[in-house]
């Protein structure tokens, strides 16, 4: 079977941190009131005035390396077949918070039923061939979603062509979430 | 839209066969179940265009199980490009706001004092009739003003005309835009319209004058800032703080706030001495090259250097660039720009810059918009009103374009200033004006010289607790309205469709105006039964019908124009001497400069800070605080404060502070100070809309602090009315000492 590495490519200089991406998230995927699955970062540097602010909206990376997956004592965190995609199921997991304490980028939380709750890059939709909904929801269109297995695929094509970074790739994760700079 | 609600189901169903991969699991686990759409599902979609804020960007409302969901912009529509902003895809929180209003209520006096009670529509409507039939009985229907914003106000609007009065307001004027559409009214003869006819997809260099892009999310020119990011555009961005769009220019002048006229004027100084205008566009097109060069001789970068803290070759340099990429350059005339008093000369320096850059009417600068306009229903004529807002201040602001919402609050409150034209009841729709005007103590003071005070909102916001009746709306998610005509690059009309029922006692407008008409004998203006039958006419009118537009949302009509002037072509401007004004005979004849002359506005004193105020990508003015899916992404609003500064005062990031102003007044509520190096020390910022004082708004009530109820020292533009925010100072009330630190 054809393995997917799904990721998205972030364009720091068009992203505004606007938080649209979020409120997209949290109404597409009805996250409870106090929740997100993602958010903003800012980050500036230097001092007056000679400045850089750079926003980033940041998720789970569904690591290729995914330490939340092999800290799961239950099997509840898993990856889906074909894909990079890390999920979680609700029936097996039992909140004992060792994937939020082995992810490096805290994207994972315990709901108010007992279970871990996370970022699925919205694959009730790219199923069905529609971008994840942080995605499609961007005004600036800052995102892009794709396979990075796909060497004609956007997010190949702009990791060909802009110079990008991702987040503490020092922990060995292999994220897959970029940030074009 | 049927091909679509298959396909999520499909999708939910094609979930079930996710597995694991083998060497990562002990047995089978599946998260589909955690997926929003399962199996079964029914999910509905209906058109509507956006209320939360004047973008007007249109877009789906989905339902599932008859449950609200989520709403997503709509693909056909140039006004969003099928994304909606924060605010828009945050829309479904007004309608699930537990804090709503749900019925409506009745000033009574008790043995308690005032206090309100639930009241039936029939009890609201022969209330509000018998004070408006008495008002105009006693001082005619003139006294009757309305203020609004929204595009639920259509039908209120007929009725305030029907009663009599043109005395129709809306603080988007006088506080907001006005100044700077009569200063391109004054050069161009037109104004730039909302959503403004800025081509910001095809400039190669664009200059934000204290505009901030991105944090403002005006939808279209945040998308199409992205786009020029994207093609490589200059970007120039004059801001005492470092904004979102500060962070994506190349050039960022931190200019010393309250000077950007000397800046202007330096720049265009630069151009003309430099030989850099577009020579044939100018000799085409504009009048007064003279009369502009010789008011703007002394008007150097060096002698702009020492008033706006801008180094001369920064100036220089910055004006080249715009020069290098005429005619695609656009110097941003902004939206929010009533800052100092002179603000419409200010906006006229932008707007002359602009012609002597050839950007009007040329790609990359502004473009020529289309736009529809439906006829309205025969009906009987308006009675003609003896007097109008402009008779309040007959000597005053000979260059007001539209009625100014402040004088005709100055007025109400202080009715000496026309004692023959007595203003004695407010309609206030959707338009909170206790956040909305300077000097929330005069509205106060206005309102307590009225007979009458409605208000039509949403939400409690504070402007119904001053009510004697409040009617309770449902949202723009609950209703029609009426069609959306707004001009842009093409001719496009958009529908505003219910996908919910009105929720606890909530009505339309329209529906509300249907049952007062009568009352006030009025009915004749509303020769409809319902807003289906009334839009399924007017869409006629174009070839349309409500059941099309129920299918599509948005729709394309033919017949738009040119979007720019065609090599040579002539052009004829309305303006008195029918081109472009670079000097305004018509100022010089009202006693005003001709050509936009700088003179220094107030410093702050010594200890005290300029303050400045502007939007939040989350939230729209004063009135979405409250919704919950917009509250959870900023529930509060802080104070940038310099590092310097912060330092001055030993103030830590975090740290709650009053502010007071030089009169003296204290913010009712304190605000988190956030200490960064984007600002200038002389400099405080908050985003405007926060610090409610209602507490039925409990999720907004005392979150962060409201910058209007601290603005002072209100100039007032003498060209149009508007007034100035920014001439205001303050400096910090410490907590935990409650003294003041020096």
């Known amino acids: 079977m054809k393995t997917r590495r799904y990721a998205i490519v972030i364009d720091t200089l068009r992203c505004i941190g606007c938080a649209d991406c979020v409120v997209a998230c949290k109404t597409e995927n009805e996250v409870p009131e106090g929740y997100c699955r993602d958010w903003i970062t800012e980050a500036t540097t230097g001092t007056f005035p000679e400045l850089h602010t750079e926003y980033r909206s940041e998720r789970c990376n569904h690591c290729s390396n995914p330490p939340c997956v092999h800290a799961c004592p239950t099997g509840a965190s898993f990856v889906a077949d074909g894909s990079n995609v890390t999920l979680v199921d609700p029936e097996l997991c039992t909140g004992c918070k060792s994937c939020i304490a082995a992810c490096p980028y805290d994207a994972r939380f315990v709901l108010p039923e007992g279970y871990v709750s996370k970022c699925t890059f919205c694959m009730h939709r790219v199923e069905v061939g529609l971008d994840p909904a942080c995605v499609s929801a961007c005004p600036t269109r800052c995102m892009a979603f794709g396979d990075c297995n796909d060497p004609d695929s956007e997010v190949s094509r702009l990791l060909r062509t802009r110079t990008w970074k991702v987040i503490a790739p020092e922990a060995g994760t292999e994220p897959n979430v970029y940030y074009l700079t | ?742």
């Open chain 2, 1 to 742: 839209m049927n091909n679509r609600r298959s396909f999520l189901k499909i999708g939910a169903l094609g979930l079930g066969g996710l597995a694991v991969a083998p060497t990562l699991m002990r047995r089978r686990a599946d998260a589909s179940a955690t997926f929003p759409v399962q199996p079964g599902d029914s999910v509905t979609m209906t058109p509507t265009y956006c209320e939360i804020c004047f973008w007007q960007c249109a877009g789906w409302t989905f339902t599932k199980n008859g449950r609200p969901w989520k709403i997503v912009g709509n693909p056909d529509d140039r006004h969003s490009n099928g994304r909606f902003c924060t605010r828009g895809t945050g829309g479904m929180g007004a309608y699930t706001d537990p804090d709503r209003l749900r019925t409506p209520l009745l000033r009574v006096e008790g043995p308690d004092g005032q206090h309100f009670r639930e009241a039936t529509w029939e009890e609201a409507f022969d209330y509000i009739a018998e004070k408006l039939n008495h008002v105009r009985s006693t001082y005619g229907g003139e006294s009757l003003a309305m203020f609004s914003h929204g595009n639920g106000a259509t039908h209120f609007k007929t009725l305030t005309k029907a009663f009599g009065s043109a005395n129709i307001t809306a603080p988007s004027y006088a506080q907001c835009r006005g100044p700077r559409d009569d200063a391109f009214l004054l050069t161009f003869g037109e104004t730039v319209g909302s959503p403004e006819r800025t081509d910001i997809e095809n400039s190669r260099c664009l200059v934000l004058i204290g505009s901030h892009i991105g944090e403002n999310l005006h939808n279209g020119q945040v998308q199409e800032m992205a786009t020029a990011i994207e093609r490589g555009a200059e970007i120039i961005v004059v801001d005492p703080r470092f904004s979102v769009a500060a962070s994506k220019a190349k050039h960022w002048l931190p200019i010393k706030p309250s000077t950007d006229l000397a800046l202007l004027l330096a720049w265009i100084h630069v151009i003309v001495e430099e030989g850099l205008y577009d020579r044939e566009y100018v000799d085409r097109y504009t009048t007064g090259f003279d009369q502009l060069k010789a008011a703007v001789a002394s008007n150097t970068p060096e002698w702009a250097y020492p008033i706006t803290t801008l180094h001369p070759d920064v100036i220089r340099e910055t004006a080249r660039t715009m020069a290098r990429n005429a005619p695609a350059t656009l110097v941003h005339p902004g939206r929010h720009v009533t800052w100092y008093g002179d603000d419409t000369q200010r906006s006229r320096a932008v707007a002359i810059l602009n012609a002597l850059l050839g950007s009007w009417g040329r790609k990359g600068g502004f473009y020529f918009p289309s736009e529809v306009a439906f006829e309205d229903e025969p009906h009987p004529p308006y009675p003609k009103p003896r007097w109008t807002w402009a008779d309040l201040a007959p000597d005053a602001y000979p260059f007001a374009s539209s009625s100014i919402a402040s004088l005709i609050r100055d007025a109400t409150a202080d009715p000496s200033m026309a004692p023959d034209k007595p203003i004695k009841a407010w309609l206030v729709y959707g338009s909170n004006l206790i956040y909305a005007l300077p000097e929330p103590e005069k509205t106060i003071q206005a309102i307590q010289n009225l007979d009458l005070l409605v208000a039509v909102d949403i939400q409690p916001a504070e402007i119904c607790g001053w009510a004697d009746v409040v009617l309770p709306e449902c949202t723009y998610l609950e209703r029609y309205d009426d069609i959306r005509t707004s001009p842009g690059r093409v001719r496009q009309i958009a529908l505003r469709a219910p996908a919910f029922e009105p929720s606890f006692d909530t009505k339309p407008a329209a529906w509300m105006v249907k049952q007062l008409a009568p009352r006030l004998g009025l009915e004749a203006w509303f020769p409809w039964n319902d807003m289906e039958e009334w839009l399924d006419r007017r869409l006629a009118q174009v070839g349309s019908s409500l059941e099309e537009m129920r299918r599509i949302g948005v729709k394309t009509l033919d017949g738009e124009g040119p979007l720019y002037l065609a090599e040579g072509e002539a052009m004829e401007f309305n303006t008195p001497s029918g081109r472009i004004e670079l000097a305004s005979e018509q100022l010089a004849a009202a006693g005003f400069d001709a050509v936009p002359r700088y003179t220094p506005h107030d410093e702050p004193p010594p200890g005290y800070y300029r303050l400045l105020s502007g939007r939040s990508p989350a939230h729209t003015f004063a009135r979405t605080i409250n919704n919950p899916l917009l509250n959870e992404i900023q529930s509060e609003n802080d104070l940038w404060v310099n590092t310097v500064t912060a330092e001055d005062w030993g103030l830590k990031n975090g740290q709650e502070v009053r502010l007071r102003n030089s009169a003296g007044r204290i913010s009712t509520f304190p605000i988190r100070v956030r200490v960064t190096e984007r600002i200038r020390p002389d400099s405080l910022y908050m985003v405007h809309g926060f610090g409610h004082t209602e507490k039925l708004l409990t999720k907004a009530f005392g979150r962060g602090a409201d910058d209007n109820e601290l603005i002072e020292n209100v100039k007032i533009d003498p060209l149009m009315g508007a007034t100035a925010r920014r001439n205001t100072f303050v400096t910090f009330e410490i907590e935990e000492t409650g003294v003041e630190a020096v």
